[in-house]
Structure formats: structure tokens, C-alpha cells
């Protein structure tokens, strides 16, 4: 007689939808998330100008509201004469693509070594969670900058280094949910009628731990965009010939007492990009959350 596996028992969450309607916060980040979204899909329609043109001739002018301001260049211009604004559409694809990159790899890594560590335990758990360990006794910039150093600049580096480096805290959340799913009946009935651990893993544990997975996710997205900024910062994360936000902040290090906008733009545009998406992610909680979430 072939064994059925039974059904995972999952809890029934709030819509996403109407928990970001709920708050006037909530509703605001995702309007700006979705906004830099679609500035970084749509950076080539929307720059006025190659963000790597330069023109000497309009070098350090103002925003076109101030004076001395020119229409043509709506948020200035920086050293090189290069657009402001066009510059910043196209960082914003480096940003989200690195960010949301990088917590996809964390989340696949943190997520496979949480469901193995919890669901067997025993010196496989002991192993793993050491491994763990030993990596949060290290800074996770300072390990960041090291294996940029030993591997070189690249998108894709900082991708695989970011990702490498954030897999703990996906793991160790998902280790502790797992613990406490383990021992239900679900689970119990599906190892009686022998369904492998690999399948109860797969098909009755994953699906019941997708939303902290998401909760993770979301806030390791602002994490990394911010770490990349600082990587490009310091002249080790993005190659300088792509345009990135913490690379514009480094070209305008110098001008801030006299051409504040050179490295002003960048800054607000990551700091609203941050805040935006570590909103989405306090009310991707509240969903994910029953107990916090009240109809």
C-alpha cells in the first residue's frame, strides 16, 4: 500500500495588502520602494542624460532651483560635469540588484542550513551551529572587506560576498522555528508512515517557515544595499566605472563644503531606499506575526 504523505499544517495569515494599508508608514514605504523600482527598470528612459557623459563646461552646477541653477540638470551636476540625476537612476539598479541578490543567497544557504541543523539535530546541529558562530565572532563588513580583498571588485563578488556573509541570521531563525515544528503532529505522523526527512523538510517544514524566511529577506535587502554603498565607498565593492550610489558618495566627499548636492542626492536616495524597505520588512512581521497582528 503506497504512504501518503499528510498535509502540513500551516497558519492562516492577514493579506499583505490590507496590513500595508493599515498604517500611513507602511503604505508610504512601499510607495517609495516601488518608485525606485521602477526608476531602476526604467533608468534608461527616465536619465536625461549618459550617466557617464562628462562636460567640464557645467562642472559643479547647482540644482536648478537654486541660484545659478540650470534647468538642463535638474539636480546639479557633479566634478566631471556629469547629470546628478541620471547617475542616481542608474545606481539605483546596482543597489536593488545587489541587495536583492545578495539576501537570495543568503536566504537559499541560511534557509537550507536552519531546516538540516534544526530538523536533525545531534552533531550535525552541534557542526553547523559552531560554523555559525565562528562567523559572527568575526564583523561582517571587516570579513566583507577581506574576502573582497582576497577575491577583487566585481558586481558579482560583492554579490557572492554579502550573500556568504549574511547567511547566519537567516539560519539560526529558521534553526529555532524548526525546533518547535519538529515535534508536532504533522511531522510525527508523516515519519509514521514513512515519508523521508528530506520530503517532511521540502514539502512540510519550508512552506511553514516562508514567512520569517520573507521577514529575513526583507530587512537583509537594506542591510546589503547599504553594505555595498560602503564597499564602493571605500573604492573595494563595484569596479568605479559602474555608476553606484556609495561610489557618488565618495566623489563628493570633497565638495561638501562648497557643491553640497554632489554627494547629498546619493545620501538621501540610499537613506530613503533603507528606510523604505526596513518599513516593508517591520510590516512583512506584523503579517508573518499572529500574535502582533490584530484584524
Not at 1 to 23: D, E, H, K, S, Y
Not at 239 to 258: C, E, F, I, N, S
Not at 261 to 284: E, H, K, R, S, Y
Amino acid at each position: 500500500m503506497t504512504a501518503i504523505a499528510v498535509p502540513a499544517a500551516r497558519v492562516a495569515r492577514p493579506n499583505v495588502v490590507r496590513a500595508v494599508l493599515r498604517t500611513k508608514l507602511g503604505l508610504i514605504a512601499v510607495t517609495v520602494l516601488a518608485l525606485m523600482v521602477l526608476v531602476a527598470l526604467f533608468a534608461p528612459l527616465i536619465a536625461p542624460y549618459d550617466p557617464g557623459a562628462q562636460d567640464l563646461l557645467v562642472r559643479l552646477h547647482p540644482p536648478a532651483w537654486t541660484t545659478g541653477g540650470d534647468a538642463s540638470h535638474l539636480l546639479g551636476t557633479d566634478q566631471l560635469g556629469r547629470d546628478i540625476l541620471s547617475r542616481l537612476c542608474y545606481g539605483a539598479r546596482v543597489s536593488l540588484l545587489v541587495g536583492a541578490c545578495a539576501a537570495l543567497l543568503a536566504g537559499v544557504v541560511g534557509a537550507a542550513v536552519g531546516l538540516v541543523a534544526g530538523f536533525l539535530g545531534g552533531w550535525f546541529d552541534r557542526i553547523l551551529m559552531r560554523i555559525a558562530d565562528i562567523q559572527l565572532a568575526f564583523p561582517s563588513i571587516l570579513l566583507a572587506l577581506a574576502i573582497v580583498g582576497f577575491l577583487g571588485s566585481g558586481l558579482w563578488y560583492v554579490v557572492l560576498v554579502l550573500g556568504f556573509t549574511g547567511w547566519v541570521s537567516y539560519a539560526r531563525v529558521i534553526r529555532a522555528e524548526v525546533l518547535s515544528l519538529r515535534t508536532r503532529e504533522f511531522v510525527t505522523e508523516a515519519r509514521a508512515i514513512g515519508v523521508t526527512d528530506l520530503t517532511i523538510m521540502r514539502r512540510h517544514l519550508l512552506p511553514n517557515v516562508l514567512a520569517p524566511l520573507a521577514t529575513i529577506g526583507t530587512l537583509h535587502v537594506a542591510a546589503a544595499i547599504v553594505a555595498e554603498s560602503s564597499l564602493s565607498y571605500l573604492g573595494l565593492g563595484v569596479p568605479k566605472r559602474t555608476v553606484t550610489w556609495g561610489g557618488m558618495l565618495a566623489d563628493g566627499q570633497l565638495y561638501l563644503g562648497t557643491s553640497w548636492w554632489v554627494a547629498v542626492f546619493p545620501g538621501v536616495a540610499l537613506m530613503l531606499t533603507a528606510l523604505a524597505v526596513n518599513i516593508t520588512g517591520d510590516v512583512l512581521r506584523d503579517v508573518a506575526d499572529p500574535k502582533a497582528y490584530r484584524s
